[in-house]
């Protein structure tokens, strides 16, 4: 029996609002401390890979809506589009970077008109790992241009297995913000800007049990459905992030070649084997934490009794994620099992979905999926990365 699981699921020092003796303009910036992988409302999961890390950021504000009544139009000089001022912050310590408050200087004529305003922020954002450029000089029109496209993050030329040396990348966004002077000369934008992922990742993990034909199994390949990874994909969102935000181009990627996809475990030496491998199936009864453990204790253990495959990280889509792991039996004919994500957009930005697939003979096929949705964390204040 082939059983398959999924589940979905500055340059300023830190500020601590003590105010400045000059004039300066406070974001504050959320990155979740510890991320999460499965339901709503479960612990917190500590996580030490490398999805994470927090390698560099930058911050750009620019005016959104001049709101000032007591200057002539003609002499106000933060008009609409205008840079109100950049930053680009150090991280000390990218795996346990947990954003703060930020400040830039800002002039007289910015505490006099007070216009609102639009806040981007990216981390890991660089030509190397997203093709995109953005600079402290850049217009506020390559922010809605910017794009996640071609090799980055897509099916072709090859799919990204690894984590890039500079990170993942990550965005956040705040719209039309009204500025807080109750405590001048230290100026607050009004909400925190909370930075996710831009892109969604797929975990492949396999087991079997140690008895009868299942010695003969052998995973050929696994495969996607067609035109379901876009061809773009924008770098911010056009709200803050929220459940199953997505901000793409309509035009799907049409699908790669199928065995390009995995490396496959052909030999069945590769695939360990597991007393009870039905344990890794998840059940509705565990919370997140204690899935997500059980999964890495098993691959992590002296003698591990499962395999993953992948990981596999790709642009976010809309559509449901669906698709086929292929495998054979000895010498018998190459057989298929259908896994698919219930959620149709449960693979947009910023979200998890492990595979679970173990085979305990008789070549019965079972197949189970479950709904992701979207996480918290321990704080009821902010939403939460959920890897």
């Known amino acids: 029996?082939?059983?398959?699981?999924a589940c979905g699921?500055?340059?300023?020092?830190?500020?601590?609002?003590?105010?400045?003796?000059e004039h300066q303009l406070q974001i504050n910036i959320f990155t979740p401390e510890h991320p999460l992988v499965t339901r709503a409302g479960d612990p917190v999961l500590v996580n030490s890979n490398a999805d994470e890390n927090v390698n560099s950021m930058d911050v750009w504000v620019f005016v959104s809506k001049v709101t000032t009544t007591?200057?002539?139009?003609?002499?106000?000089?933060?008009?609409?589009?205008?840079?109100?001022?950049?930053?680009?912050?150090?991280?000390?310590?990218?795996?346990?970077?947990?954003?703060?408050?930020?400040?830039?200087?800002?002039?007289?004529?910015?505490?006099?008109?007070?216009?609102?305003?639009?806040?981007?922020?990216?981390?890991?954002?660089?030509?190397?790992?997203?093709?995109?450029?953005?600079?402290?000089?850049?217009p506020e029109s390559a922010f809605g241009d910017a794009t996640l496209s071609g090799g980055y993050f897509g099916l072709k030329p090859s799919l990204t297995t690894?984590?890039?040396?500079?990170?993942?990348?990550?965005?956040?966004?705040?719209?039309?913000?009204?500025?807080?002077?109750?405590?001048?000369?230290?100026?607050?934008?009004?909400?925190?800007?909370?930075?996710?992922?831009?892109?969604?990742?797929?975990r492949f993990i396999f087991s079997r049990t140690n008895t009868g034909d299942n010695e003969k199994l052998q995973?050929?390949?696994?495969?996607?459905?067609?035109?379901?990874?876009?061809?773009?994909?924008y770098l911010f969102l056009n709200a803050p992030y929220s459940t199953n935000s997505f901000n793409i181009e309509k035009s799907l990627e049409p699908v790669w070649e199928p065995e390009t996809l995995?490396?496959?475990?052909?030999?069945?030496?590769?695939?360990?084997?597991?007393?009870?491998?039905?344990?890794?199936a998840y059940d509705s009864q565990l919370k997140g934490q204690e899935y997500e453990n059980l999964i890495d204790q098993g691959l992590?253990?002296?003698?591990?009794?499962?395999?993953?495959?992948?990981?596999?990280?790709?642009?976010?889509?809309?559509?449901?994620?669906a698709?086929?792991?292929?495998?054979?039996?000895?010498?018998?004919?190459?057989?298929?099992?259908?896994?698919?994500?219930?959620?149709?957009?449960?693979?947009?930005?910023?979200?998890?979905w492990i595979v679970y697939g173990y085979f305990a003979g008789k070549e019965l096929l079972k197949i189970y999926s479950i709904d992701t949705t979207d996480w918290s964390t321990s704080s009821a204040d902010h939403p939460v990365f959920n890897w």
């Open 162 to 202: 690894q984590v890039p040396s500079e990170g993942l990348p990550m965005s956040g966004v705040l719209k039309d913000q009204k500025i807080n002077d109750d405590n001048t000369p230290l100026l607050k934008v009004k909400d925190h800007v909370t930075v996710v992922r831009a892109v969604s990742k797929v």
């Open 300 to 321: 992590k253990q002296e003698t591990p009794d499962i395999a993953e495959v992948g990981r596999f990280y790709l642009r976010e889509t809309d559509q449901s994620v």
């Open 262 to 280: 995995l490396e496959p475990l052909k030999d069945c030496d590769n695939i360990p084997v597991s007393t009870y491998p039905a344990k890794y």
């Open 9 to 21: 699921g500055s340059e300023s020092e830190s500020g601590d609002n003590i105010p400045p003796k």
């Open 1 to 5: 029996m082939l059983l398959f699981m």
């Open 70 to 138: 007591t200057i002539p139009a003609d002499e106000v000089k933060f008009k609409v589009g205008k840079v109100v001022g950049h930053l680009s912050l150090d991280i000390a310590d990218p795996k346990s970077f947990e954003g703060g408050n930020y400040q830039m200087s800002v002039n007289e004529d910015f505490v006099n008109e007070l216009p609102k305003v639009n806040v981007y922020v990216t981390a890991n954002v660089k030509p190397s790992n997203t093709g995109i450029t953005l600079t402290a000089n850049s």
């Open 323 to 352: 698709g086929y792991i292929y495998y054979k039996i000895g010498n018998g004919e190459e057989k298929s099992a259908r896994f698919s994500m219930a959620d149709e957009k449960g693979f947009t930005r910023n979200h998890t």
């Open 219 to 233: 995973i050929t390949r696994i495969t996607l459905d067609n035109e379901v990874i876009p061809k773009k994909e």
